[in-house]
Nanobody, 127 residues
Framework: QVQLVESGGGSVQAGGSLRLSCAAS????????VAWFRQVPGAEREGVAVIYTRGGGTYYADSVKGRFTISQDKAKDTVYLQMSSLKAEDTAMYYC????????????????????WGQGTQLTVSS
C-alpha cells in the first residue's frame, strides 16, 4: 500500500476555487487509479472523481461534474483535484485513495475498492 498525503484544503467563499493535492512515492506508476472522496460527519463517504493513471481517463460524480477536474502529474507522483464554482455543500473532509497493488477496480460508489487512504484535508465553503 502507498502512503498518501493530501494537502491544499482550507476555507473559501462560495463561488471560489481551490486545488487539492495527493502525493505518494510511486503513486501514479503503481496504482491503476487514484480517486478523491469526501465525507461529512454522519454521512457516508462519497466518491467525487477518479483518474486512471495509465490512460488518463476520468470520471466524476454528478454532483461535481463540470466544476471539478482531476488530473495527474506523473513526474511528481501527484494527483490534483481542481475545484471551481464551490458551493457550501462541497464542505467536507476530502480524502484521496488508491486500490491495493494490482487492484483494478476503481468504482467511485465502492470505497471498498480502495485500500490506501490519506489522512484527509478539510474544505470549508462559506456562503
Amino acid at each position: 500500500q502507498v502512503q498518501l498525503v493530501e494537502s491544499g484544503g482550507g476555507s473559501v467563499q462560495a463561488g471560489g476555487s481551490l486545488r487539492l493535492s495527493c502525493a505518494a512515492s510511486g503513486l501514479t506508476s503503481s496504482s491503476a487509479c487514484v480517486a478523491w472522496f469526501r465525507q461529512v460527519p454522519g454521512a457516508e463517504r462519497e466518491g467525487v472523481a477518479v483518474i486512471y493513471t495509465r490512460g488518463g481517463g476520468t470520471y466524476y460524480a454528478d454532483s461535481v461534474k463540470g466544476r471539478f477536474t482531476i488530473s495527474q502529474d506523473k513526474a511528481k507522483d501527484t494527483v490534483y483535484l481542481q475545484m471551481s464554482s464551490l458551493k457550501a455543500e462541497d464542505t467536507a473532509m476530502y480524502y484521496c485513495a488508491a486500490p491495493a497493488y494490482g487492484g483494478m477496480a476503481c468504482r467511485l460508489r465502492v470505497p471498498g475498492d480502495f485500500a490506501s487512504w490519506g489522512q484527509g484535508t478539510q474544505l470549508t465553503v462559506s456562503s
